[in-house]
Structure formats: structure tokens, C-alpha cells
């Protein structure tokens, strides 16, 4: 079984340019998310799939594996079905290039138990919101699950509401993804739907048709590089590391 890892990292964030390259301790930030990746040895190979030749110059400098992309895609995971089409795998594990904190442990958990060969298959990882002020957050996505661990639902509002209870516990959506070749090309010739041109949550697509996405829950610490204020706490948690 072929499982490829793919690190997206664009340069033209709107809330922070050129956020892969960003410095953490002497290095960018893509280096430390790769080098995370990297020591996982289920994976066959581990590429950076960008747009700008910036991040490129900067992964030869540092002999880490590229891949071109196409600077049009509209989502993640049409970079991801462009690496497909260039890549050949049974499986494509996607770890955000914001997150130089996750562990390889943690990416592991994503990985299918079994070969899912004739069937779409989608996979994501949650944890347990460890603030409150994360929950009314619409930058983190919240995630529902059944007993079976199938997403029951995906948003950017906190779900679910506490009608009758607050005895329970709020999960969030953590960084990393895996999909087999016929989940990325079912959701490049899938339109967007209701509820994703709504809330711009990428993976409604799937829900919206009725595609179970598989959540395995994680005990992770990662923290997600969306601000300069998040990279001066990941700073911070490496040089105490240190």
C-alpha cells in the first residue's frame, strides 16, 4: 500500500503573506512541519505542493521535496488532485503547512486501518477544544460524530448548541486529512453546495453528498500558525522545548 504525504503551503495568505517561510528559531515554518512529517515511515514519500516558486527556492535550500501546483485552485484539496494526477498512490495524507507543532504520532492516526479500494474514502483527525475562547471561534471548525466516528456534521458555528445540555464536550477539526484517488477526483467534478458556499468549510462537499468523512480522535497539541500572534506562541513552545 502506497501512502503519500502532502504539505499544502501558499504564499498569498490573506491574513498572513508568505506565512510558510515564516521564521521559527533560524528555520521556516514549512521545515519544521515537514520535518515532523518526514520521520513517519509508513509514508512512501512526503512532497510541499505550492504555487509560488519563493516556497520552492526555499525547499531546494533546505532539500526538501516540491511539487508545482496550479496558483488557480480554489480549495486545498484541488492542489491535492493535482498531485494525484502528477503522483501516482493508494492513499494522499495532507498536513497543513501551518501546523509545525503536530506530531508524528498524531499523523499517524489518520492512516486507514484497512485498503479501501472500490470505495470514496475521507479521513480527518479532532480533538477537544482545550479553551473556550476556541469554541466561539469561526475559525476553528467544529465537528459532530456519530458512534462510529462518521461526521455528522462540519461548521464554523458552535455546534452543537446547548439546548437541553452542556454536558459534553466540543470537538475541533485538526489539520490533517487522507483520501484515497476516487475521494479527490469525486470532489473536483462535484459542485459547491449550500451549505459550503455559506460557511466555506471545504469538506461540506462530501457531507452535502452523502460521503461519510472518518474522525479519529487525537490528543494533540498542536496549535495552527493563522496569525503572527500564533507564531510568536509557537515560538514560544519551541524555545522552551529547546
Known sequence: MKIVAVIPARYGSSRFPGKPLAD????????W???????????????IATDDERIVTVCEQYGL?????SSDHSTHVHRIHEVSDKIDADYYVVVCGDEPLISPDVIRTVLPKSEVADNIYVGGLCRYFSDPAEVIDPANIKVVTNDKNECILLSRAVVPFP?????????????VECYNKRALNFFVSAPKGFL????????????ENKIHIKYEMVDSVSLSVDTRRDLEKVIEIIKNRK
Not at 33 to 47: A, G, P
Not at 65 to 69: F, G, N, R
Not at 196 to 207: A, H, Y
Open 163 to 175: 439546548y437541553k445540555t452542556v454536558l459534553f464536550r466540543y470537538k475541533k477539526v485538526v489539520g
Open 33 to 47: 512541519v515537514y520535518n515532523q512529517v518526514t520521520q513517519i515511515q509508513e509514508f512512501s514519500d512526503v512532497f
Open 65 to 69: 521535496k516540491s511539487v508545482i501546483t
Open 24 to 31: 521559527i528559531c533560524g528555520k521556516p515554518m514549512i521545515w
Open 196 to 207: 459550503e458556499s455559506i460557511e466555506d468549510v471545504t469538506l461540506q462537499r462530501f457531507l
